[in-house]
């Protein structure tokens, strides 16, 4: 590959010809195994979802569901129990800068959750696929 010397990057029409070739060629090959790796992923997940997680000791692996949560704040109750929050709160509560007080220690997500300003809502199912303890697959005892 031809470099720029002033910068170190690539340099010159065919390098950029070249770039845009690879990045093209690639992407063809890839976009396929990417929505087939979803489609495997989701049909994995309704299978664990209906039936349960299962161990595959062949593979080494357990297939399990993991619940996740998205965090939603009452504006309203927050500010009336925790008023020292009250720069977290615009219009809507500043997720972000929230989060920022509670790691700065001014309230925990306990206190509140007892106060009733913090709800989890279940948003999204986790597809969870790890290896077991202790159990070295092929590939790892070749490495």
């Known amino acids: ?15 950029t010809a070249t770039l845009v070739d690879e990045y093209l060629d690639l992407k063809e090959k890839l976009e396929p195994l990417e929505k087939r790796l979803e489609q495997v ?22 297939v399990c569901v993991q619940p996740r949560f998205r965090k939603d704040y009452d504006a309203e109750r927050l500010l009336a129990t925790f008023p020292r929050l009250e720069g977290c ?12 007080c509670l ?3 001014m309230a ?15 948003h999204s199912r986790a597809l969870i696929v790890k290896p077991l303890e202790g159990w070295r697959t092929a590939r790892g005892a070749a490495e």
């Open 1 to 15: 590959m031809v470099q720029d010397a002033t910068n170190g990057r690539p340099g010159g029409m065919n390098a």
């Open 41 to 62: 992923k989701n049909l994995l997940k309704d299978l664990v979802t209906e039936e349960g997680p299962f161990v595959d000791e062949v593979r080494g692996v357990t």
């Open 89 to 100: 709160v615009r219009p809507a509560v500043d997720v972000t800068q929230l989060e920022a």
């Open 103 to 105: 790691r700065s220690g």
């Open 108 to 122: 925990t997500e306990g206190q509140l959750e007892r106060a009733g300003v913090l709800t989890r809502a279940l």
